[in-house]
């Protein structure tokens, strides 16, 4: 099975911090998304990237920017945090294009910015 | 309109009977469609795709699609108080990323 791994589980920051999220999968996929979730809004995109080094922008990447270094290695960066990035986030895989099989998601990763 | 809608719930449905999730999606070009379960406090999890016109069993579930109207379900067969969750319909668009609906919170009543 296609493991997606985020480094956290819980977090709490400080407004102002700069957080990275981490985010490993472990199937040699070449596509990864950045995604937060809240209440009544559903999943909202913020950053993806189809290969190493390459990254595009989603529906809501202000505040945020991501790193792919290597194929297996997603990060978003929330350069100062604030408290309207209180969320849950999910880091998620698709082998191929996503209409192809969709996506594999992270366990999330919950973000309390205080 | 939203690109991508579900009606929210609750949905209470007797453990045993048959559950039917609704979404509708604007993207005319979508060609791929998913269904993902969500448990309270857990990531989703995908459980059904679909990709023609026509019905698609799995097991307890069923997803049905007509994009004609824009239009696909899922069907959960004899109800189990274990598909208590939010289901995700998301839809495959032209520009080849899934678009989520905002989900509709099933509640299977024992």
């Known amino acids: 099975d296609v493991k997606v791994t985020q480094s956290s589980r819980y977090l709490v920051k400080r407004t102002g911090e700069k957080v990275f999220l981490e985010c490993v999968q472990d199937m040699d996929h070449e596509n990864m998304f950045w995604y937060r979730q809240d209440p009544g809004l559903g999943l909202r995109l913020i950053y993806f990237?189809?290969?190493?080094?390459?990254?595009e922008k989603g529906d809501i990447p202000e505040g945020y920017s991501v790193s792919r270094e290597k194929k297996e290695r997603f990060s978003l960066i929330l350069e100062s945090a604030s408290t309207n990035q209180t969320s849950m986030y999910l880091c998620a895989s698709s082998l191929d294009l996503p209409g192809n099989y969709g996506y594999t998601f992270g366990s999330g990763t919950r973000l309390t910015v205080v | 309109q939203k690109e991508v809608e579900q009606n929210s719930g609750p949905l209470s449905v007797p453990e045993g009977a048959i559950a039917s999730l609704n979404c509708t999606y604007s993207?005319?070009?979508?060609?791929?469609f998913f269904w993902y379960r969500q448990y309270s406090g857990k990531s989703p999890e995908l459980i059904m795709s679909i990709y023609s016109n026509g019905d698609k069993e799995d097991g307890r579930f069923t997803a049905q699609l007509n994009k004609a109207s824009q239009y696909v379900s899922l069907l959960i067969r004899d109800s189990q108080p274990s598909d208590s969750a939010t289901y995700l319909c998301a839809p495959s668009g032209g520009n080849e990323k899934l678009t989520f609906g905002t989900g509709t919170r099933l509640t299977i009543i024992p």
């Open positions: 993207d005319r070009v979508s060609q791929s």
């Open positions: 990237s189809y290969d190493v080094k390459m990254k």
